[in-house]
């Protein structure tokens, strides 16, 4: 039973990304274009800051961000005031290996850690998490020999995988692992039904597909954060930003400088001059149809790769580089989050300590607590969120099927997992995202071959960048940007080409559109 209790979805409004009345003016003249202030342009844009760049974010939606988002959701409380608590709606956390975590660190926000390992659900049974050492969640889930193997194979993956690298190509041993599914890959070990089954389950969550439509050295390449460089046992450590992610987001537009960024621009053309080596970028303020252009030496395009046919380039994206956009493969995500009194934590509970995060294998995918930092609102009445992120062919049906049946499959898998929580449910929300949401890299393909090479070179001082030129996390977002700007300064020494007239060094550009 949905009871009646009703709330009302903001994106926070410390985001500051709804665009001001009085948008920032664009400069006419700078050293780069970023288009799109997802994680990837602003730390692009964070880079050229200190290398004394100049550069202008174009973004097309009203808020900054991307699919890095915090939604806050309001109620009228006891008193006049409202009462509020927040959720991602988009990422969840960032492994330890991920450039990320420095950045935030260097931005002085709080991070909240966890463990790799999370409760799962293996054959229809829940494996709680339940105490404080992982390493003794291993040894409920797995048996003696079963561990031995574990230990073997994640051994063979850091042996394999060792110095691999985008940009350095496969090495000849590896080859072979690009054309064969991970799953074919892992089943020819002959390890355990349910070893077997933890691998897809843990993997498939962070790849967003099936683990029999990705190459095996992609699987490796992903499996890596389970291996643990630190803490071998039970592999990395992951960190939530304290407040949802929009805090990361909102550090790094100050660090980048807001005045830099214009939101609601939609880029129609990159036209490069071939005499002068500067590229006319034009595009359309969508909240008053007014058609601009903006000129600079570099323009990089951080927009989904699957988005690459909105944009006019001219010269023309190379018919290489255009093939290999098309033969990546794709994963999908959804998100959830659910609403429930506080009481109804002891479905989640076990010995007064929480079993979230929950690998479901189900239709409910990843259970996460939304909102742990939360806890006055939440015991001053603002409702408990559980956030759940779906991926695969499960995200791929919710994408294109009515809500109110998607709200009744979510009902029924709570009940599987844990009878008579939909008794309790007092709402839910729904964030779709595009079906080709994250990169894959299909049988037959790797992010470290010549194709993936392809996306990653520039071309008329166009730099493609984002997660999708990379891996399937938000690493890729960041070391993406750090490449990009090292190129563009590669270039920057080595050119001839004579600087923009009446442009300078460094130091803002003063004349606006």
């Known amino acids: 039973m949905i009871l009646a209790w009703c709330f009302s979805a903001t994106l926070t409004s410390a985001l500051a990304a709804t665009a001001p009345s009085s948008a920032p003016a664009v400069t006419r003249l700078t050293d780069v274009v970023i288009v799109g202030a997802g994680l990837s342009g602003l730390t692009a844009a964070h880079e050229l800051r200190e290398s004394g760049l100049t550069y202008q974010i174009l973004e097309l939606a009203p808020i900054i961000g991307g699919r890095v988002k915090t939604v806050e959701y309001s ?19 960032y492994w330890e290996s991920n450039p990320a975590v420095s ?7 709080p991070l909240r850690s966890d463990h790799a390992v999370s409760s799962i659900v293996i054959g229809g049974k829940l494996y709680s998490l339940g105490g404080k050492n992982p390493l003794d969640h291993m040894h409920r889930l797995f048996n003696g020999s079963e561990l031995t193997s574990l230990t ?13 690298k985008t940009g350095s190509g496969i090495p000849p041993a590896l080859q072979p692992l690009v054309n064969v599914s991970f799953a074919d890959w892992v089943k020819g070990r002959k390890l355990s039904e349910k070893l077997e089954d933890w691998i897809r389950i843990t993997l498939e969550c962070e790849i967003g597909t099936g683990w029999d439509r990705i190459s095996a050295l992609d699987g490796l390449a992903e499996f890596h954060i389970f291996l643990g460089e630190v803490k071998a046992s039970y592999g990395e450590t992951s960190y939530r930003v304290v407040g949802g992610n929009v805090k990361f987001v909102n550090a790094l537009a100050d660090a980048v400088g807001r005045e830099n960024i214009a939101t609601n621009k939609r880029v129609l053309r990159i036209a490069r001059d071939p005499i002068t080596g500067t590229s006319r970028v034009t595009y359309l303020s969508t909240d008053t149809n007014q058609n601009s252009e903006i000129e600079a030496k570099h323009v990089i395009v951080t927009v989904p790769l699957y988005r690459m046919m909105e944009i006019q380039f001219e010269p023309a994206l190379s018919q290489r580089k255009r093939d290999a956009i098309a033969a990546l493969g794709w994963g999908s995500y959804f998100k959830v989050h659910v609403m429930l009194p506080r009481s109804a934590e002891r479905f989640w509970t076990v010995r007064g300590r929480s079993m979230l995060p929950i690998l479901s294998d189900s239709d409910l995918g990843v ?10 609102e939440v015991s001053g009445g603002a409702p408990r969120i559980l956030s759940l992120l779906i991926g695969g ?17 979510i009902t029924s898998a709570f009940d599987k997992l844990w009878p008579g929580l939909s008794r309790s449910i007092v709402d839910m929300e729904f964030y779709r995202y595009h079906p080709r949401a994250i990169a894959a890299w299909s049988v037959g393909r790797s992010r470290f071959d010549l194709m993936s090479d392809e996306i990653r070179t520039p071309e008329n001082n166009v730099y493609l960048a984002g997660d999708h030129t990379e891996s399937s996390h938000s690493d890729g977002a960041v070391n993406s940007a750090t490449r990009v700007v090292k190129q563009i300064l590669k270039a920057k020494t080595t050119s001839t080409t004579t600087p923009i007239k009446g442009s300078t060094e460094h130091g803002p550009r003063n004349k606006k559109i």
């Open 75 to 93: 109620r009228p409380g006891k008193t006049k005031s409202m009462t509020s608590v927040s959720a991602d709606a988009g990422m969840e956390e």
């Open 103 to 109: 950045f935030i660190r260097k931005l002085k926000l």
């Open 152 to 164: 073997r194979f994640k051994a063979d993956i850091a042996s394999m995988t060792q110095g691999l």
């Open 367 to 376: 259970i996460y607590d939304g909102n742990p930092d939360d806890e006055a």
């Open 393 to 409: 062919e499960r995200a791929e049906r919710f994408n294109f099927t009515p809500l109110d049946k998607v709200r009744e499959e």
